[in-house]
Each structure stands twice: as C-alpha cells, then as structure tokens.
C-alpha cells in the first residue's frame, strides 16, 4: 500500500525515479545520439543546478544527506 503523497516517487528506487523524470522532461524518451544527449545532459544538469540552488526562495529540496 503506497497510499497517497504527491510529489513523492511511486517506486522504492529513487534511482529509477530521477531515470523516469528525466525521459518524462527532457529526452522525451528518444534515443539521442551521443551529442545531442551531451546538450540534454548539460540542460538538465543547468536546470536541475538553478531548481535546487538554496539560496533561492522557491528552491526544491534535494533530500541529499550530507
């Protein structure tokens, strides 16, 4: 039973999580050649960075232990 929480992965496997949103955004779930997957990579990577950044007000949490 998961039950209900938004903004939580539905899978136990945070690795697949951060695998699916990546396709879901960003690659859209195409195979890229090598160098536009380079220049996704380096925009999710751009993105993710500005997102999470916790001198900014709206920032996400990471849920990175440090």
């Known amino acids: ?3 209900l929480a938004t903004h ?4 136990n496997n945070a ?3 951060t695998n699916r949103v990546i396709k879901d955004e960003d690659t ?5 050649v090598l160098s536009r997957f380079t ?3 380096y925009s999710i ?3 993710w960075s ?3 950044n916790p001198t900014l007000i709206n ?3 990471s849920n990175i232990n440090h």
């Not at 939580?8 to 899978?11: A, Q």
């Not at 859209?28 to 890229?32: D, G, I, K, V, W």
Request: overall charge positive; cysteine-free.
């Open 39 to 41: 220049v996704a990579l």
């Open 45 to 47: 990577v751009n993105k």
């Open 8 to 11: 939580v992965p539905s899978t």
């Open 50 to 52: 500005k997102e999470r």
């Open 59 to 61: 920032s996400k949490n």
């Open 15 to 17: 690795l697949e999580a």
């Open 28 to 32: 859209l779930r195409e195979r890229l």
């Open 1 to 3: 039973f998961e039950g």
